[in-house]
């Protein structure tokens, strides 16, 4: 069973990777670091959010099963 905080983590450290993948395409793209800041860390807050939330759900569906 996976604790709470190892779920943070997983998901940090997910979208770290995640993030520095985005602000390179935003970037290639736009030629703008501003802008690709701007996407990176909206697309790391967000997703860290919906990544933990979705690991609850999932160990929640465990305990019952």
Same mark, same amino acid.
């Given at each position: 069973? $996976? &604790? *709470? ?8 450290? =997910?979208? !770290?990777? @995640?993030?520095?993948? &985005?602000?390179?395409?935003? =970037?290639?793209?736009? @030629? ?6 701007? #996407?990176? !860390?909206?697309?790391? #807050?967000? *997703? !860290?959010?919906? =990544?933990?939330? %979705? $690991?609850?759900?999932? $160990? %929640? !569906? *465990? *305990?019952?099963?």
């Amino acid at each position: 069973m $996976e &604790t *709470k905080i190892l779920s943070l983590i997983k998901a940090i450290s =997910y979208r !770290i990777l @995640g993030s520095m993948v &985005t602000f390179i395409g935003c =970037y290639v793209f736009t @030629g703008k670091w501003s802008i690709s800041l701007g #996407v990176s !860390i909206f697309d790391f #807050v967000a *997703k !860290i959010v919906l =990544y933990y939330i %979705h $690991e609850r759900i999932w $160990e %929640h !569906i *465990k *305990k019952r099963l």
